[in-house]
Every structure is written in C-alpha cells, then in structure tokens.
T-cell receptor, first 114, second 114 residues
C-alpha cells in the first residue's frame, strides 16, 4: 500500500465553521490531489499540487482552499462549511517517473456538515 | 471538459460468471487506468494501460486500451464474492491544462451472488 494517511477519518461539523482535512504521505511523491466522492458523481477533483507551494484548481474548487508547505502534507480547508460539502474526501498521490498518471488513494475522510 | 461514459452502471451476477465493462470518451487519452473501490475504502489501482491496443492482465482481470484511444475495457473472469465493489475507469491526457489530472468514469457497481 502507498503510504498515505488522512485525518480525521470522520468529522461532523456545523454549517459556517471552518474545517481542515489533512493528507500525509511517506512516499516523497511530487503530486498530491484532493477529490470528493458523491453518489452519482464519481470522483471529482477539487485541487491538486504539483510541488511544494504549487497548487491548482480542479473542477469543483469553489469553497475550498489548499496549502502545501512541505512535500509530505497537503491540507484541504473549507473556510465556511456548507451542507453541500457533506461528502467523502479522498487524497491521492502520484509521482511515477515520466508522468503523474498513476494515482494512489488514501482511505478517505467522511465529512458531515449539519 | 472531458467526460467518460462508463457502462454498465451496475451489474448483478452469479459467482463464477465472467464480467465485462467498458469506458468511452469523446476525447483521446494517452493512458487508461482501472480502479476498484471496496466499501468504506479508497480506490485501488488495478491496471494501467499506456498504448493503444495494449492488453494487460492482473490475475483474473484483463484490460484493453482501445485502438481509437477513446475507449477501454475491463473483463473479470470467474467472478468470486470478493470482486464486489465499484470499478472506475480513468483517463489521462498529458496536454495543456490537463497535466496531472485524471478524468474518472461514474463507476460500475458490481454485486456477486454466491
């Protein structure tokens, strides 16, 4: 298994509160990604990082921000959580020589916004 | 943006039967990947395909990269109960703003009856 951990694994929070999810890798991979998974929508990319301090938006980035201050950690922040952000969030990493296409996923964080 | 159509959306089969699923796109991809997701866990990479026409096996799983580069197929032979899960296809195209991003299909939910 790729060395990816996510914390917390489960979280319940109230609308309007800030939330930060953490992804930690021990593989020294260059690329890191945050996805959300919802029924009927599959996996949708929120943000990704192609190096320390280098990030870019995915297809559903509104309401989310990210930071990557060191190779092993990629943080996803919901500045003011809304019920529509209730979802399962997955972190992924990649770094195969020659391309970032083989992504390996963490165990997920189930977030409920009440 | 790019979209992948994965079919069927769900399958109910008897143990021992073979399974086929496919993914089609309106765009060309350079790489096709197939993932499996068990309940409550993150997707796990099963097979990666890098060349049009390529046929690759992983145990009872066989995947093919379509000649047109717009489709891919996954077959599972002699299914067993632990094959239950959601199977995702993903395409990668290393060009322009798509660099580093996978496009995922909606998933095929596989149920295997003992």
């Amino acid at each position: 298994d790729a060395g990816i951990t996510q914390s917390p694994r489960h979280k319940v929070t109230e609308t309007g509160t800030p939330v930060t999810l953490r992804c930690h890798q021990t593989e020294n991979h260059r690329y890191m990604y945050w996805y959300r998974q919802d029924p009927g929508h599959g996996l949708r990319l929120i943000h990704y990082s192609y190096g320390v301090k280098d990030t870019d938006k995915g297809e559903v980035s509104d309401g989310y921000s990210v930071s990557r201050s060191k190779t092993e950690d990629f943080l996803l922040t919901l500045e003011s959580a809304t019920s529509s952000q209730t979802s399962v969030y997955f972190c992924a990493i990649s770094g195969t020589v020659g391309g970032p296409y083989e992504q390996y996923f963490g165990p997920g964080t189930r977030l409920t916004v009440t | 943006g790019q979209q992948l159509n994965q079919s069927p959306q769900s399958m109910f089969i008897q143990e021992g039967e073979d399974v086929s699923m496919n993914c089609t796109s309106s765009s060309i991809f350079n790489t096709w990947l197939w993932y499996k997701q068990d309940p409550g866990e993150g997707p796990v990479l099963l097979i990666a395909l890098y060349k049009a026409g390529e046929l690759t096996s992983n145990g009872r799983l066989t995947a093919q990269f379509g000649i047109t580069r717009k489709d891919s197929f996954l077959n599972i032979s002699a299914s067993i109960p632990s094959d239950v899960g959601i199977y995702f296809c993903a395409g990668y195209n290393a060009g322009g703003t798509s660099y580093g991003k996978l496009t995922f299909g909606q998933g095929t939910i596989l149920t295997v009856h003992p």
